[in-house]
């Protein structure tokens, strides 16, 4: 059992809200095998970061126009969703625990780097959106995780001292990000271990949302 007692938490969303991530490289490599570009899962994974558009551009290179770019995004998230929607399922706890956290008076934060129609698609999809009082999606940032911009961009929205959130995160890039903006995080298992996790400088790690108890 984890007792919290910050004014703040700041949520990811994918692997973080969702246990999706695998969804998310399935469809990448279904979108790039269209455009001609074959890649198996382990090839991809390292390569799976930032925000859409730095990912676009690391695939089709530096000289996509700004169309060509953003017609590229909106055939990704379609392989995703269509992927997806079938199985689209909460980790376990979620809701009760964003309720508790509503009822406390504790802040909520979401900081993902999916843009808007992805982050549609979870919060309506799971019919969560009401219980977070700031988000922060990959279009406001110039750089994607694991830069801290959309943390301390969060931080900054939801008008608390960063000593007072925590923020949890399932990615080695989002954790990185998390504490270069001067977080605390807890890690979710949903990609990687809880050994992992520590490792890379979680101060706690947890499977689901359904042992934290709030002082």
Known sequence: MMRLNEKA????MDGTLVDNIRYHEDSWIVFLKEYGIDLDVETFAPQNHGTLDEMIIRFF???????RLY????KKEEAYQNLYRPDIKEINGLTAFLQKLNQKNIKTGLATMGIPASIDFILNGLNIRNYFNEITG?????????NPEIFLK???KLQVDVKNAIAIEDSMGGIKAAKDA???VIGITTTHSEEELMDNGCFQVINDYSNIEIA
Do not use: A, C, T
Not at 71 to 74: F, Q
Not at 138 to 146: A, N, Y
């Open 9 to 12: 938490i700041i949520f990811d």
């Open 61 to 67: 290179g530096n000289d996509v126009s700004k169309e």
């Open 71 to 74: 017609e590229l995004g909106i």
């Open 138 to 146: 990959g279009l406001e940032v110039i750089k994607g995780k694991p």
């Open 154 to 156: 969060s931080i900054e």
């Open 182 to 184: 001067g977080l605390k």
